[in-house]
């Protein structure tokens, strides 16, 4: 998608702090943070969501959270870490590309809002 945040910082079109990326996905550093450690898991193939994706899709997405488990002393997630994928605004999903937030680096609130 031309016009999806997501995808230009993909294709390199917006600067991002990138913490890894594969053929797969990317791994960038969250502009509002949510905890000390608070990183955005994106696929690079453009789908809005856990809803709307294909059976592929869906495979991708199962490599590219296998890999997070092999970066979590690069990500500095030792102690544990939360992962956390919204669908919809009202779920507090504000961009149409799915994306997993990461969060971990301090002791998360365990209550749901």
Avoid: W
């Avoid at 031309?2 to 890894?20: A, V």
């Amino acid at each position: 998608m031309n016009d999806c945040i997501f995808c230009k910082i993909i294709r390199g079109e917006i600067p991002s702090q990138k913490f890894y990326e594969d053929e797969d996905m990317i791994i960038i550093a969250d502009i509002a943070p949510q905890a000390p450690k608070h990183y955005l898991m994106i696929p690079k193939e453009h789908y809005p969501d856990i809803i709307a994706m294909t059976d592929e899709q869906a495979v991708t997405l199962g490599r590219c959270l296998k890999k997070v488990s092999t970066l979590v002393d690069r990500l500095g997630l030792e102690d544990g870490f939360r992962l956390v994928s919204n669908k919809g605004a009202v779920a507090g999903q504000t961009v149409g590309h799915l994306h997993v937030h990461i969060l971990g680096g301090a002791t998360l609130n365990t209550t749901m809002a």
